[in-house]
């Protein structure tokens, strides 16, 4: 792979719009991030109160309880969320990077057919491409393993229901 003007031309037309998707989709995550930590504030709130107390009754400790589930869930997500805000700087950085090693290399009347820069832009957009699919199935990956979540510990006794009903019905038909 080597550097030539419609190569350089197309990188420093193509690192721009992956840029600007990725800079809309890291600015739509503004409301999600405040939605989470509005989310968190009833139940740290209520961890608060009830610490304060020298014993707790049972209803207080279950509230105690729920209410550090939910902390702990909402952690999990803001660290979620802000690692693949750190995943989406990095890969800004390096399309930036690349731009600007594109334009340098369109400026430079005297330029080679530069390999190494061919190959990190080539990486470098690669690597866009992947981030601005990464977003969307993130989005649709989340709500699937909450809902494996909830459904799966159901799968072996809906199974043994399953069983239980078809033996149930095999007697039936053998008394008939």
């Known amino acids: ?25 890291i600015a739509s995550n503004r409301s999600y991030m405040r939605n989470l930590f509005a989310e968190m ?14 014993r707790l009754t049972r209803q207080q400790a279950n509230q105690a309880r729920q209410a550090a589930d939910a902390v702990t869930r909402g952690m999990k997500n803001v660290l979620a969320l802000l690692g693949y805000l750190l995943v989406s700087v990095i890969v800004a950085g390096a399309l930036f990077d690349a731009e600007l090693r594109v334009l340098q290399w369109l400026a430079n009347p005297e330029r080679g057919a530069d390999e ?6 080539f990486i470098a957009l690669a690597i866009g491409f992947a981030r601005i699919v990464m977003g969307p199935v993130l989005t649709i990956l989340s709500p699937l393993a909450e809902g494996a979540q909830r459904l799966l510990p159901g799968v072996v006794p809906l199974i043994r229901l399953s069983c239980l009903m078809a033996r149930a019905h095999e007697e039936q038909t053998d008394t008939s």
């Open 41 to 54: 504030g009833r139940p740290v709130a209520l961890a608060r109160s009830l610490a304060r107390r020298e």
């Open 1 to 25: 792979m080597k550097m030539n003007e419609a190569y350089a031309g197309a990188v420093a037309g193509l690192v721009p719009v992956v840029l600007l998707v990725i800079t809309v989709e």
């Open 116 to 121: 190494a820069d061919a190959r990190f832009c």
